[in-house]
């Protein structure tokens, strides 16, 4: 079993709807959370991070994680067709430690 | 914001030949700077972790033989892809930091290796 599952996709949305991205985790040691975009053969680009629990919203994105669930999410508002990449979530147990990335979530935003 | 660059972006190789990939922080000092490997339509593995002027630390199942890595400076780490073979075909990121909070690691655009 991986320590973080995230569901491949592809996740196909119109413009303009809610894009909704989770990630489940078996580490409860994890306390740093992250949400990276790549586009297609390019490396990836931070768009948010958590620390603990909580909700964190920046513009059109929300990150919400719930440690008693090992369950992170990331919502995108008003998705655009530029938002179609792929999404990873990633997770830390402390400063310094290496990441641990999730499989990535294809996104696809159609006009 | 801070800047990594790799070069080449891609590059083919002969099996059999070695190949090295760079990679800069253009505008700030890494004092570590990590390699992954990522293939198609799947996540990124990480390879390596390197500190500069030290030897770098390999993940479990990654030949150090094979996947030399030099933080020479810095501002430079190198992967050389010694003895190549097919199956190395694949995407290589580098990312680095000069902060250890996890979210302060920023990655290259990453290289296309391919091996015939």
């Known amino acids: 079993q991986k320590e973080v599952e995230q569901d491949p996709g592809p996740l196909s949305v119109p413009e303009g709807a809610i894009v909704s991205l989770n990630c489940t985790y078996s580490?409860?040691?994890?306390?740093?959370f992250m949400w990276y975009r790549q586009y297609s053969r390019k490396g990836p680009e931070l768009l948010m991070y958590?620390?603990?629990?909580g909700n964190k919203e920046d513009g059109r994105f929300t990150a919400q994680v719930d440690k008693s669930s090992k369950y992170i999410s990331l919502f995108i508002r008003d998705s655009q067709p530029s938002d179609s990449a792929t999404y990873l979530c990633?997770?830390?147990?402390?400063?310094?430690?290496?990441?641990?990335f999730g499989g990535g979530t294809r996104v696809l935003v159609k006009p | 914001g801070a800047v990594v660059s790799q070069h080449p972006s891609w590059v083919i190789c002969k099996s059999g030949t070695s190949v090295k990939i760079e990679c800069r922080s253009l505008?700030?000092?890494?004092?570590?700077m990590f390699w992954y490997r990522q293939f198609p339509k799947q996540s990124l593995m990480l390879m390596a972790t390197?500190?500069?002027?030290?030897?770098?630390?390999?993940e479990q199942g990654v030949e150090k033989d094979k996947f030399l890595i030099n933080h020479a400076s810095l501002t430079l780490s190198t992967l050389t892809v010694t003895s190549a073979h097919p199956e190395d075909s694949s995407f290589y990121i580098c990312?680095?930091?000069?902060?250890?909070?996890?979210?302060?690691?920023?990655f290259g655009p990453g290289t296309r290796l391919t091996v015939t």
């Open positions: 990633a997770m830390s147990s402390a400063a310094g430690n290496k990441l641990t």
């Open positions: 580490n409860s040691a994890f306390q740093y």
């Open positions: 958590t620390y603990s629990s």
């Open positions: 990312s680095a930091r000069w902060d250890p909070r996890p979210y302060e690691q920023y």
């Open positions: 505008d700030f000092q890494a004092t570590t």
């Open positions: 390197s500190n500069e002027g030290s030897k770098a630390t390999y």
